[in-house]
C-alpha cells in the first residue's frame, strides 16, 4: 500500500514497483492532489506498467542511440541519412527529457528549420526520423516511454516533374561518350536508379536470353527484381560481353568508366555538358527514372508490372512519377471530341452560329 506524506508544505508518494519503493514529490501544497497522484501511480502499477517515473528519466539523447542502433542493427542502407537527420534533432531537443517533447515544441522546431532555409521534404525526413525514434521505445520489452507524440508533416511542393521527350533522350544520348550510352539507354528504358545500374555485375546478367536480375538485398526497398532486354539493349550486353573476353583485368561490372578499368562512377560534368549540348535544359539522372514509368504506362503495359520493372514499391511513388503533360492533355480532349462525334447527332466539332440557329 502506498501512502502520501509531507516534506516542508509540499506533498510527496511513496508506493511500491517490483518490491522497491519509489518516492515522488505531487508538487503541490494540496493533499488532495497528492492523493489523486498516488492513486494514478497504483493504478498504473495494477496494470503491470512501469509508474511514470521511470519514463520521466528517459532523455531525448537516448532516443537517438536508438535510432541509429536499429539502423546499423537491420542494415539499412540509410543510416547516412538518418545519422545527419538526428544530429539536427539532438541540436534542438538534445537537453529535453522524452517526456518533455510535444507538438508545440515540435512545431517550434519546425520553425527554426524553416528560418534556416531546409527545405518541407528535408524537415519532414527529420521529423520521420523523431517519430521513429519515440515508436522504437514504446515498442521496446520493457518500453522506455509510454506515448508517442503526434508529429505533423509538412506540405512537400518541392518534388520533381522532370523528364525526356524521346527525342531529347535521343539527343542527349548522341551528347555523352560513347561508355554511357548503354548507361542512359538502360535508364531510359527500365527507370532503375543510378547506382542500381553502375553497380550492375555479370553475375546477375543471363546474356544468352536477354535477362537482369536484382536480388534481395540489392535494391534500395529489399525487392528483387527481373528484366527483360529488348533487342537493342541484348545487342549491348553481348558486344560487351565480348570485349570482355579481350580483356586481361576483368572487373565484374557491366557498364565501365571511361578507361575501361572499373565501374561507372560520378560522370556530373560530362553530364552537364552533354544536356548543354543537346539543348535538353537542365535534366538530373532520376529523371530517366519518372520518363521510364511515364512511357510503359503510355505505351499499354499494365501498372503493376511496370511498377515490377522499375522497383517502385508503393502506389503513391508510382504515381508521382506517372507525370501528365500538355500533350497528354490534347490526346485525352481529342479522344473525347472523337467518342462524342461517333454518338451521331450533331457534330460537336462546330459550334452553331446565331444566324445558324436562326
Not at 494514478?40 to 532523455?59: C, F, H, N, S, W
Not at 524537415?123 to 515498442?139: H, P
Request: glycine fraction near 6%.
Amino acid at each position: 500500500m502506498g501512502m502520501i506524506y509531507k516534506r516542508g508544505n509540499v506533498w510527496w508518494i511513496k508506493y511500491y514497483h517490483n518490491c522497491k519503493s519509489i518516492r515522488e514529490s505531487s508538487k503541490s501544497k494540496s493533499k488532495m492532489v497528492a492523493e489523486r497522484f498516488l492513486k494514478r501511480r497504483e493504478g498504473e502499477v495494477a496494470q503491470g506498467l512501469a509508474p511514470g517515473v521511470v519514463y520521466d528519466k528517459i532523455t531525448f539523447d537516448q532516443l537517438a542511440e536508438g535510432i541509429i542502433q536499429d539502423y546499423k542493427i537491420n542494415g539499412k542502407k540509410s543510416l547516412v541519412r538518418v545519422e545527419k537527420s538526428v544530429e539536427y534533432l539532438r541540436g534542438f531537443f538534445s537537453r529535453y527529457k522524452a517526456v518533455q517533447v510535444t507538438t508545440p515544441m515540435i512545431n517550434e522546431y519546425v520553425l527554426c528549420r524553416l528560418d534556416s532555409g531546409a527545405a518541407n521534404a528535408t524537415i519532414n525526413r527529420e521529423l520521420a526520423a523523431l517519430k521513429r525514434m519515440f515508436n522504437l521505445g514504446v515498442r521496446q520489452t520493457p518500453p522506455i516511454i509510454n506515448k508517442v507524440p503526434h508529429i505533423p508533416l509538412l506540405k512537400e511542393r518541392n518534388a520533381r516533374k522532370g523528364f525526356f521527350e524521346h527525342s531529347e533522350f535521343l539527343f542527349l544520348r548522341e551528347a555523352l561518350p560513347q561508355y554511357l550510352k548503354g548507361f542512359v539507354t538502360f535508364a531510359y528504358k527500365h527507370g532503375w536508379r543510378l547506382e542500381e545500374i553502375a553497380s550492375m555485375k555479370w553475375s546477375q546478367v543471363d546474356v544468352e536470353q536477354g535477362i537482369v536480375r536484382l536480388e534481395v538485398g540489392e535494391t534500395k526497398n529489399d525487392c528483387g527484381r527481373t528484366v527483360y532486354l529488348d533487342d537493342e539493349l541484348k545487342s549491348f550486353f553481348l558486344d560487351q560481353w565480348q570485349k570482355r573476353k579481350t580483356v586481361c583485368n576483368k572487373t565484374p561490372y557491366v557498364f565501365l568508366n571511361r578507361k575501361g578499368d572499373d565501374r561507372v562512377k560520378r560522370f556530373d560534368k560530362t553530364w552537364k555538358k552533354a544536356c548543354s549540348e543537346a539543348g535538353v535544359g537542365v535534366k538530373v539522372f532520376h529523371d530517366f527514372r519518372r520518363t521510364a514509368v511515364r512511357n510503359m504506362v503510355r505505351s499499354g503495359i499494365p501498372e503493376r508490372v511496370a511498377m515490377m520493372i522499375s522497383g517502385h514499391k508503393t502506389r503513391s511513388v508510382f504515381d508521382r512519377y506517372n507525370i501528365v503533360n500538355d500533350q497528354d492533355l490534347k490526346i485525352a480532349a481529342q479522344m473525347q471530341s472523337d467518342y462524342l462525334n461517333s454518338l451521331g447527332g450533331h457534330n460537336l466539332g462546330t459550334v452553331p452560329t446565331a444566324s445558324a440557329k436562326n
